[in-house]
């Protein structure tokens, strides 16, 4: 047994050939679910036995939970057992080796499912790290993660099919851009703004008009406007961004974040270094499209533009965390400082 991808999982859930243990984790939460259910389906029926079937979640106990897995079927050939969104951080040293132990004793007939939808462990990270480990000898790793942009505006297109309309290439990124790749939202959105838009084809006109716009891209048409010079723009954005009450922090978090990455691209580009690399070398992964997005953002500012923007970015960190300010003429000082900035030194 090992790790498997989606094709593997697939294969072995259509021939039955199911493992003992399943481990499935990740940061994109509806593969997680989705799959999760589909195993516990495939192994139990959609409609289980109570005497086949057994569930648990965040702080388990643990004699129960040895318990279920030692069950023979009754009446089944299988007897399932899931541990969604476990508590790992809640337990000590000595829990942790108990669970382990109890998962090895697993019997035969019996189908065990970890998953981690919403949960990831921090503080006892290591000890989840040597589960995975452990899971890959004795049975099957699934692990999901966010999806690249393309990959994402195919599952754009079939959603919008789905709802009876067509959606062109550049609007469904579009859509990912005002939202994000949560999966879950984006299926979502697009199932909203095809009830609502009125003809056969998803529109530009349709997206601005419904299509919900997430913090970090509203962030971006904020350090766009700043880094092009365009001040009623960029004021009117964050004049926005404080009336629907995101927090000053969060602004700034992301702001900071846009011009990390600018700065990242800038340098790459004149050392000779490809993106590709810079996105492996950050941990990127499949958001390495935003260094992209920086590049074209920043191609007439000055490299000596970026580095004095984010060094006044990060005196605004430093102050928004150490002292008491007036928030809202702050933010707004600091946006003015780095237009300044911006329009003395454009290329």
Not at 47 to 62: K, Q, R, V
Not at 252 to 265: G, P
Not at 268 to 283: Q, R, T
Not at 289 to 306: C, D, G, P
Request: net charge neutral; hydrophobic share 40%.
């Amino acid at each position: 047994m090992a790790r498997l991808t989606e094709a593997e999982l697939k294969k072995q859930i259509k021939s039955k050939s199911f493992s003992q243990l399943y481990l499935i984790y990740g940061n994109e939460q509806m593969f997680i679910k989705q799959y999760t259910k589909i195993i516990v389906e495939a192994v139990a029926g959609k409609n289980p036995s109570d005497f086949n079937f057994h569930t648990f979640s965040g702080d388990i106990d643990l004699d129960d939970f040895a318990a279920s897995l030692q069950i023979v079927p009754f009446m089944s050939r299988y007897n399932c057992v899931v541990a969604s969104d476990i508590y790992f951080d809640n337990m000590d040293k000595d829990s942790l080796d108990r669970f382990k132990e109890i998962v090895q004793r697993t019997i035969e007939g019996t189908v065990l499912i970890i998953s981690m939808p919403t949960s990831t462990p921090s503080k006892n990270l290591a000890a989840f790290k040597n589960l995975i480990k452990y899971a890959e000898k004795l049975g099957s790793v699934c692990e999901f993660n966010k999806l690249n942009q393309s990959v994402l505006e195919k599952y754009v297109a079939k959603w919008a099919n789905e709802n009876g309309k067509l959606i062109s290439h550049i609007n469904a990124s579009k859509i990912i851009s005002n939202c994000g790749d949560d999966l879950n939202l984006l299926k979502n959105e697009v199932a909203k703004i095809s009830l609502y838009a009125s003809g056969d084809e998803i529109t530009l006109a349709d997206i601005d008009k419904l299509s919900t716009v997430n913090l970090e891209a509203k962030i971006f048409a904020l350090s766009d406007a700043v880094l092009n010079g365009n001040g009623d723009k960029a004021f009117n954005t964050l004049d926005l961004l404080f009336y629907q009450r995101e927090e000053p922090i969060m602004m700034l978090y992301v702001l900071s974040s846009s011009y990390v990455d600018a700065y990242r691209i800038r340098v790459a580009d004149e050392c000779g270094v490809l993106k590709e690399d810079v996105a492996k070398e950050f941990n990127y992964k499949n958001r390495a499209f935003t260094l992209a997005n920086a590049r074209k953002a920043t191609s007439k500012v000055s490299t000596e533009a970026l580095r004095k923007s984010l060094c006044i970015l990060v005196e605004a960190d430093e102050r928004f965390k150490t002292s008491s300010i007036n928030v809202r003429l702050y933010m707004e000082q600091l946006i003015a400082r780095l237009l300044i900035i911006a329009k003395e030194s454009r290329i």
